[in-house]
T-cell receptor, first 113, second 117 residues
Framework: QKEVEQDPGPLSVPEGAIVSLNCTYS??????FMWYRQYSRKGPELLMYTYSSGNKEDGRFTAQVDKSSKYISLFIRDSQPSDSATYLC?????????????FGTGTKLQVIP | GAVVSQHPSRVICKSGTSVKIECRSL??????MFWYRQFPKKSLMLMAT?????????EQGVEKDKFLINHASLTLSTLTVTSAHPEDSSFYICSARDRERTNYGYTFGSGTRLTVV
C-alpha cells in the first residue's frame, strides 16, 4: 500500500463549479499537510498547508484534514480556467528521526470555460 | 515569498556527457535541498536529500556516482548527471526547505527538462 494515495484524474469541470480534490494516507506520523499546484513543465508551488486536523481557508481555496480517517481534501470554489493544473497533496512528519515529505501522484484538473 | 531559482530550464545533451543543474535559494537560507525526478503522470520521486556542508543521502536505487550532489552553501545546491544516457531523460526538480519553516516550507525550483540523445 502506498503511503499517500491520490486519484490521478483527469478531472474536467465547467467554469464556476466547485472542485473537490482528495488524498488518503496510511502513515499516522504525518502532521503537516500541504497542497501544491503544478502547471505543465513547471515546478510545484505551495498553495496551502495545514497542521494536524481542521480546516483552513484562503480565498477560493479550502483545505480540510481529517486525521481520524486519514483523509485530506482541497476544495476550489468558483473554479476558473486558470485553475487548470495538476494538484499534488503532500504530507510531512518525522520518519526515522528526520522530517520526511511524501507526495501524492497528483490530480490533473481541467476547468472548461 | 521564498524563491528557488533552477537552471537550466531545458537541456539537450549527447549520450556519455555530463550535465550540471543548479538550484539557488534567492531570499532565504535552505538548510536542506531535495532533488526529485518526475516522470509523466507520475509523482515526484525523491532522489536524494542534502544538508549544507555534508554528504547527500540517496534514496534506494539511486546511483550516487551517477547523480552527484553538492550542497556547498545554504543557498546553492547542484546536481550533476554524469555519463548521461537516454534513460536519464526526465524532468528534474529541486526543492529547498526554509530554515524558518522546516515542517512545511518546501519551495520548488521551476524544473529542468533533460533530454539525452
Amino acid at each position: 500500500q502506498k503511503e499517500v494515495e491520490q486519484d490521478p484524474g483527469p478531472l474536467s469541470v465547467p467554469e464556476g463549479a466547485i472542485v473537490s480534490l482528495n488524498c488518503t494516507y496510511s502513515n499516522s506520523a504525518f502532521q503537516y499537510f500541504m497542497w501544491y499546484r503544478q502547471y505543465s513543465r513547471k515546478g510545484p508551488e505551495l498553495l496551502m498547508y495545514t497542521y494536524s486536523s481542521g480546516n483552513k481557508e484562503d480565498g477560493r481555496f479550502t483545505a480540510q484534514v481529517d486525521k481520524s480517517s486519514k483523509y485530506i481534501s482541497l476544495f476550489i470554489r468558483d473554479s476558473q480556467p486558470s485553475d487548470s493544473a495538476t494538484y499534488l497533496c503532500a504530507m510531512s512528519g518525522n520518519s526515522g528521526g528526520y522530517q520526511k515529505v511524501t507526495f501524492g501522484t497528483g490530480t490533473k484538473l481541467q476547468v472548461i470555460p | 515569498g521564498a524563491v528557488v531559482s533552477q537552471h537550466p530550464s531545458r537541456v539537450i545533451c549527447k549520450s556519455g556527457t555530463s550535465v550540471k543543474i543548479e538550484c539557488r535559494s534567492l531570499d532565504f537560507q535552505a538548510t536542506t535541498m531535495f532533488w526529485y525526478r518526475q516522470f509523466p503522470k507520475k509523482s515526484l520521486m525523491l532522489m536524494a536529500t542534502s544538508n549544507e556542508g555534508s554528504k547527500a543521502t540517496y534514496e534506494q536505487g539511486v546511483e550516487k556516482d551517477k547523480f552527484l550532489i553538492n550542497h556547498a552553501s545554504l543557498t546553492l545546491s547542484t546536481l550533476t548527471v554524469t555519463s548521461a544516457h537516454p534513460e536519464d531523460s526526465s524532468f528534474y526538480i529541486c526543492s529547498a526547505r526554509d530554515r524558518e519553516r522546516t515542517n512545511y516550507g518546501y519551495t520548488f525550483g521551476s524544473g529542468t527538462r533533460l533530454t539525452v540523445v
